[in-house]
């Protein structure tokens, strides 16, 4: 693409994906040092156990082996607790100890309890086995609920009741208007957890460096400058003598935000013994340690006039956190999730309880969406069962309630600012490219010949762009939220652009070079962006929340604009113009009006950093950096309405069509943003039809593989039809709204509602997710049971 073609809004190739497809990407396990050395964790089989003893001897003298090391070793060496960096105020939040390696009680199947290092991985894996471990088995808890009821087994001693915190948000009078409703329909919802599957399992690799006392960390990380944040805390090392580097990382959803025990393991180790230390967890390591999503069991409630009007949403709500808090985890059943329960409707009063609680699983965190597929199924779900209560259409019982069009903020009962929305064009746009009419009469044709065919609609608004650094310490979360972004022109004309996100696969390698092409008249190619190495980056604070874009973007544009005007005073002096004269248009400075004598931005490159004739006052050089802080968060809106059929005598759904009509502002990269929305809408979907965590009651993950746990395939996957409406936002300089989950967001409720409408004819109310053959087999037998 030449400088004058405009990137913006062009479904340009992804730059990163030459390297990436054709085997060139340097992921942490790609990476080796000399003297490289192999960590192995060993890791409990006991979801709830007392370590009465650990005999390392035999493990130690096996062929290759370095050190087996505890926790008590870490500790020793002053490692500390692995730090939570969010803590809600007004939730009395328990925070208790999380040693990087259990020293005398693990708490969930996959806590470690020891580490083997050696020359090889395979040395270091058969000496784990060599550890004998003295474990005194103990009661084990792993539902939310149970945990908190009486007399269920302690988590943490020093925890009572499991309970880790109990939060509340609250806005207008919920008693009054259930007091004053028509209608009332409430479920107990089960959001069960997911496994986030990433390409590219966990690996981390420290290199100490005794005579610097500086350590470097290659890791898969989405946020290279929070984890050396956190390293700091828990290591001891200084913030300045931590180098974090996330090479290529393929694929986090969520997963990879976490600061987790294994980064300071190798670090610890390459201590101990003076050589690097990699660890690469295996993918059923994957399942066991590191975070899962979602788990919560929800009742809600709903209140209604009998014209469809939604008065009023109540709520209790267990989230399950696991054994340990992780990095972000009691922000996203709080924060991310009970202040999103107004959706895309003015809902006048909300009130909803949240308990955090304490299981013997594995901790709980952001995955894709994070909080917000929780609010939006629940809310999604009561208005189904509203409509369904009034014998109204989904979509018209959306469309009576929808926030009418604002562009100057909205704040709704949980006291949240939305910036944008026009929500009633996606619907109309969706309904319209979905056929809805025809479809619907399609529908009563199929169930009067006893088919069962459902549709779902869901118009959804979600919170992203994380958002006000001022927010962030109100909320509690334990950093900032703003970016920085530097831009440096070469001599030669070429661009680097620096960032603190760290993007892993959501393509702004591509994105942020469309924009500089842009707004700087350089080609695409010319732009490379460089990201993910807290020596190579300005601070930053991480991608995830779809902020990567909204965030970063005006930090950019701030760097932009400064060296706009820097270039204006210089081409000012060399055409001997006043500066006021000058414009820049295209990549080129010039006097109004005569545009072939101008200066190309490349010729003020050169011109300022060789630097021979600088006008008084402006110094060399041309580079510069920029900070935003955003006013707001963004919240992306649209609607998503799926056909589904289930087969009566087996229990299986086939997913006929779907259409997702979503606006997350002005687009730069459609293709890129398609792209977004198809793998989020898979993974929603993946929710509600197929994927979920099963602990049996000794607290063993018995969906501990790709066997068991069902990751969706292509094949069972219709084409989406997309389609887009465009409000911008006044929160950043280019309008832009993220878009890496709203698919996630919108879509499990869409086909979860979707199938309940096909089964609805035979009174079949509902059905926990994962909508599997089986369990909807089993709710169709049952209600042809009730009805004989
Ligand atoms: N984009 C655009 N125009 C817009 C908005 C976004 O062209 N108006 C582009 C962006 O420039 C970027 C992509 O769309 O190339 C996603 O941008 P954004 O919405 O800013 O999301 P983030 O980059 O912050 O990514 C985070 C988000 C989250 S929270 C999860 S989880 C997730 C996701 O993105 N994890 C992913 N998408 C993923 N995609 C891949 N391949 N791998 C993951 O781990």
Redesign the pocket.
């Known amino acids: 693409m030449t400088a004058t073609q405009r990137a913006f809004g062009s479904s340009i190739l992804r730059q990163e994906d030459p390297r990436l497809i054709t085997g060139k990407g340097r992921f942490t396990d790609n990476l080796s040092r000399p003297g490289l050395t192999h960590m192995v964790v060993l890791r409990s089989p006991y979801a709830h156990a007392r370590i009465k003893g650990i005999d390392a001897s035999a493990a130690a003298a096996m062929p290759g082996v370095l050190g087996v090391y505890t926790g008590s070793d870490m500790a020793d060496a002053g490692f500390g607790g692995i730090p939570c960096a969010w803590v809600v105020p007004d939730s009395d939040t328990k925070t208790p100890e999380h040693p990087p390696l259990a020293i005398d009680t693990v708490r969930y199947v996959g806590d470690g309890v020891a580490i083997v290092l050696a020359e090889t991985e395979a040395q270091a894996r058969d000496a784990a086995y060599a550890v004998d471990v003295d474990y005194e088995t103990l009661d084990v808890v792993v539902n939310a609920k149970t945990a908190t009821e009486d007399g269920a087994v302690l988590v943490h001693d020093d925890v009572p009741g499991n309970q880790c915190f109990h939060w509340t948000v609250s806005g207008g009078d919920v008693d009054a208007a259930f007091a004053e409703a028509d209608v009332v329909v409430g479920e107990t919802i089960v959001n069960q957890r997911l496994i986030p599957n ?1 390409m590219e399992p966990r690996a981390a690799l420290a290199e100490w460096d005794a005579a610097m006392g500086e350590v470097t960390l290659w890791v898969t990380s ?1 946020n290279p400058h929070i984890a050396r944040f956190l390293l700091s805390l828990d290591t001891g090392i200084p913030e300045h003598k931590i180098r974090v580097v996330a090479p290529d ?8 935000i976490p600061h987790y025990p294994e980064d300071s393991m190798v670090i610890f180790a390459s201590q101990k013994l003076g050589r690097p230390v990699k660890w690469t967890e295996t993918r059923s390591e994957n399942y066991l340690a590191t975070i899962h999503g979602r788990d919560h069991v929800e009742e809600v409630e709903m209140a209604a006039k009998s014209d469809g009007t939604i008065l009023g949403l109540r709520a209790q709500t267990w989230a399950n956190l696991g054994a340990y808090l992780s990095t972000a985890s009691t922000g996203v059943p709080t924060i991310l999730h009970g202040l999103m329960l107004s959706g895309a409707y003015n809902i006048p009063a909300i009130h909803e309880d949240v308990y955090g609680v304490f299981t013997n699983t594995t901790p709980v965190d ?5 909080g917000r597929p929780e609010a939006t199924f629940m809310v999604e779900r009561m208005m189904d069962l509203v409509a369904r209560e009034l014998s109204m259409d989904p979509a018209d019982i959306r469309r009576k309630n929808l926030i009418e069009p604002f562009t100057d903020g909205h704040e709704v009962a949980t006291g949240l600012i939305y910036d944008t929305g026009n929500y009633e064009p996606a619907l109309d746009q969706a309904l319209e490219m979905f056929g809805y009419e025809e479809a619907r009469k399609a529908q009563a044709e199929a169930r009067a010949k006893g088919r069962l065919v459902g549709i779902g609609v869901v118009t959804y608004s979600e919170i ?2 994380l958002g006000p650094s001022e927010v962030a310490g109100a909320v509690g979360f334990g950093g900032g939220l703003w970016e920085s972004a530097i831009v440096r022109f070469h001599p030669s004309g070429k661009v680097n652009l620096m960032v603190g ?1 760290s ?6 390698e ?3 070079a ?1 924009i500089i092409s842009d707004q700087l008249g350089v080609a695409v190619e010319d732009v490379e962006v460089i990201y993910g190495d807290t020596d190579q980056t300005p601070m930053g604070w991480g ?11 005006g930090a950019i544009m701030g760097a932009v604009q400064q060296l706009i005007d820097k270039g204006t005073k210089i081409a000012a002096h060399l055409l001997e113009a006043a500066e006021e004269d000058v414009e820049f248009t295209d990549g080129v400075f010039s006097v109004k009006g005569s545009r072939e004598e101008g200066k190309t931005i490349q010729d003020i490159a050169l011109a300022a950093n060789t630097a021979w004739d600088m006008p008084e006052g402006v110094d060399p050089g041309f580079e510069e950096s920029s900070f935003f802080n955003p006013a707001n968060f963004v919240y ?1 809106f649209g609607t998503h309405i799926a056909q589904v059929e289930v087969d009566p005598e087996t229990g299986e759904i086939d997913l006929q069509r779907y259409t997702a009509v979503d606006d ?7 293709m ?2 398609e ?2 929305i198809h ?2 809408i898979v993974q929603g979907v993946a929710q509600a039809l197929w994927e979920g965590a099963h602990y049996d009651d000794d607290g063993n993950l018995v969906t501990g593989s790709m066997m068991d746990y069902a990751i969706p395939k292509a094949e069972f996957l219709p084409n989406f039809n997309l389609g887009k409406t465009e409000t911008p936002t006044p929160v950043n300089p ?1 309008g ?7 698919g ?1 967001i919108a879509s499990t409720p869409t086909v979860y509602n979707a199938v309940m409408d096909a089964l609805a004819p035979l009174g079949v109310a509902q059905v926990d997710m994962p909508l599997t053959p089986e369990r909807v087999w089993r709710a169709i037998s049952e209600s042809q049971e009730g009805g004989k």
Do not use: M
Not at 366 to 370: K, L, M, S, W
């Open positions: 990433a989405q990382v393929g694929g986090g959803f969520g997963s990879k952001a995955y894709r969406g994070a992203c762009g996100v993007p892993h696969g959501q393509g702004e591509t994105t942020f469309q991608t995830y929340g779809s902020r990567t874009t909204p965030v970063a973007s992306p997350c502002g002005p687009i730069i990269n459609p890129i943003v792209g977004q793998g989020g280019l832009v709204k993220g878009v890496g989950e709203t996630t």
